[in-house]
């Protein structure tokens, strides 16, 4: 199975005050605010959210960040240097302690890019207590297998049926037990008998996906130069994407489409991981036409751009001509500076 492929951005400044942290993975988006987690599904009219949060509780302990990474994330948007927003830190988990009495709240990623958050119910908590709420949903339904099917107007997410279980010295006890949806659409977790005196842990998994591409035009034909592969094995992809739910990896340049179409740069390592995928563009249609590596593993990319916001760095042009105008950039091999452009 492939490396853990979703972190949780520290908000440094480029999402609201309020979010403590950001996922991101396909065509979704994970918000984890002081009170809730804020799920955004990118559709062809926009964006739907659904927020997730825990009724009966009063105030929401703050969200930690825990397992830090070495990556960083980096935001070039447009031309203004004063914008830009450099060296997010990343983790692998999120951590709310005591949502409910004796009760941790924790997210995480999985091997398979899905993301997953347990609910760690201590000795002598009670589980009963546990109620999540969906705001925004326009129906949740439970399908045959015991999934959550949470449907807004266009987009739905899927959340599996918990697994829940007991750790022992040298295994894993599993413990029947399922949601309830009640009529206002809330949700509980019912568990069979189990043993009190040691901590129980209800783990649902929300479907991320993590494929290279969205919903809609991702001209990324290999027939006009735009793959490369350098000497390790990483493989360098370039093209133009016109969806909004085109997957950022662990350092995005550029947090979201700009405008009518915009360039995208993505890294994969030998076992087809995505190290980073990134836009470039600014408000107007901007396209990558090839791409190649050095030694070193940075990324150049060259393209057209018709954006008067296109962002540039050490430009030997400062200003666009007028129509489309041919662009180069360079990436450094993490995808976290534009070396220039």
């Known amino acids: 199975s492939g490396a853990n492929t979703v972190y949780f951005e520290a908000n440094k400044g480029q999402a609201d005050d309020g979010v403590a942290f950001i996922a991101r993975g396909g065509d979704a988006s994970l918000h984890l605010t002081a009170a809730d987690a804020v799920l955004a599904m990118a559709t062809d009219s926009g964006t739907e959210t659904v927020r997730m949060g825990l009724s009966g509780i009063e105030t929401m302990p703050d969200a930690v960040g825990?397992?830090?990474q070495a990556g960083v994330i980096n935001y070039y948007l447009g031309n203004d240097g004063k914008q830009w927003i450099e060296g997010a830190a990343t983790y692998k988990q999120v951590h709310y302690k005591d949502v409910y009495e004796g009760v941790d709240l924790v997210y995480y990623g999985n091997r398979a890019g899905d993301l997953e958050f347990d609910l760690k119910v201590k000795p002598g908590a009670d589980p009963s207590r546990i109620s999540l709420d969906y705001t925004g949903?326009?129906?949740?339904?439970k399908t045959a297998e015991g999934d959550l099917v949470i449907k807004a107007d266009k987009g739905e997410i899927v959340q599996k049926a918990p697994l829940i279980y007991q750790e022992t010295e040298d295994a894993k006890v599993i413990v029947p037990g399922d949601y309830r949806v009640n009529a206002n659409g809330q949700?509980?977790?019912?568990?069979?008998?189990?043993?009190?005196?040691?901590?129980?842990?209800?783990?649902?998994?929300?479907q991320f996906s993590t494929y290279l591409g969205g919903s809609s035009d991702e001209n990324d034909n290999a027939r006009h130069g735009q793959v490369d592969m350098d000497a390790s094995g990483n493989i360098y992809v370039t093209g133009r994407t016109t969806s909004l739910d085109f997957p950022?990896?662990?350092?995005?340049?550029?947090?979201a489409r700009g405008g009518a179409s915009d360039a995208f740069v993505s890294k994969f390592d030998s076992s087809n991981n995505l190290i980073y995928?990134?836009?470039?563009?600014?408000?107007?249609?901007?396209?990558?036409?090839?791409?190649?590596?050095?030694?070193?593993?940075?990324?150049?990319?060259?393209?057209?751009t018709a954006s008067t916001d296109f962002p540039r760095a050490n430009a030997e042009q400062a200003a666009i001509g007028g129509g489309n105008?041919?662009?180069?950039?360079?990436?450094?091999?993490?995808g976290g500076a534009l070396e220039y452009s």
């Open 137 to 141: 949903a326009a129906s949740i339904r």
């Open 187 to 206: 949700v509980t977790i019912e568990t069979d008998q189990y043993d009190e005196k040691k901590t129980l842990v209800i783990d649902p998994i929300i």
């Open 325 to 334: 105008d041919v662009f180069v950039s360079k990436l450094n091999a993490a």
């Open 66 to 68: 825990g397992d830090r």
């Open 277 to 304: 995928s990134t836009y470039l563009g600014g408000s107007a249609i901007d396209e990558g036409f090839g791409i190649a590596a050095d030694g070193s593993g940075n990324a150049y990319v060259t393209g057209t």
């Open 248 to 255: 950022l990896g662990i350092t995005p340049l550029d947090s």
